[in-house]
């Protein structure tokens, strides 16, 4: 079984900083783009950042300079780092790796989620 877990998460005031990360575990092959998910009460899961296996990345608007995803391709791991957090970046987390399978079958795999919470 392919397993993600997810670490980081949290409670954090207005302007503080924390970093997600993510580490892939099991029968995983072949990673590609990497990416981070949230979703926050109400509303559908959105993309916050994204990288691929060349190094380029792609992010929402709402945290273009605030946010920088990164990826550790030896641990199979990918962590984003946020800054300036804002009251709306509070929402569950959720990573993202597009990979194959043990029987090498394409698939994107995704972690439990980890809350953030930024309030004063």
């Known amino acids: 079984q392919v397993e993600l877990v997810q670490s980081g998460g949290g409670l954090v005031q207005p302007g503080g900083s924390l970093r997600l990360s993510c580490a892939a575990s099991g029968g995983i092959f072949g990673i590609d783009d990497m990416a981070w998910y949230r979703q926050a009460l109400g509303r559908q899961r959105e993309l916050v950042a994204a990288?691929?296996?060349?190094?380029?990345?792609t992010y929402a608007e709402s945290v273009k300079g605030r946010a920088t995803i990164s990826r550790d391709n030896n641990k199979k791991a990918t962590f984003l780092q946020m800054n300036s957090l804002k009251p709306d970046d509070t929402a569950v987390y959720y990573c993202?790796?597009?990979?194959?399978?043990?029987?090498?079958?394409?698939?994107?795999?995704w972690g439990p989620g980890t809350r953030v919470t930024v309030s004063s």
């Open positions: 990288i691929s296996v060349g190094g380029s990345t």
């Open positions: 993202n790796v597009r990979g194959r399978d043990s029987f090498w079958k394409v698939d994107d795999f």
